[in-house]
């Protein structure tokens, strides 16, 4: 996936973690580092890459676009039909 340089940090993140949570549950961790190996190079410095992804994944929590059940975050049923952020 191309990500555009002005796109904001916040959508990039929740991008990577829809499309990674399309194929299988994960646990935070996991997420956090597919997040760094996806935008790794185009982040700023400075970023907070944990706080990030932890404020992206409570965000599509209370969207309902994933859920999280003892930690593990999945996709839940129909949820990527309303729920992806713009590309």
Not at 5 to 30: C, F, H, T, W, Y
Not at 58 to 80: F, M, N, P, Q
Request: charged share 20%; net charge positive; with cysteine.
């Amino acid at each position: 996936m191309l990500y555009d340089a002005g796109m904001d940090n916040s959508l990039r993140v929740e991008n990577v973690i829809l499309n990674a949570l399309a194929g299988a549950e994960m646990r935070p961790l996991v997420l956090l580092v597919l997040v760094r190996k996806a935008l790794g190079a185009s982040l700023p410095i400075k970023v907070d890459l944990p706080r990030l992804v932890k404020t992206a994944l409570r965000k599509l929590v209370a969207s309902k676009c994933i859920s999280d059940t003892d930690g593990t975050y999945s996709i839940v049923e129909g949820g990527l039909l309303g729920c992806r952020t713009p590309a």
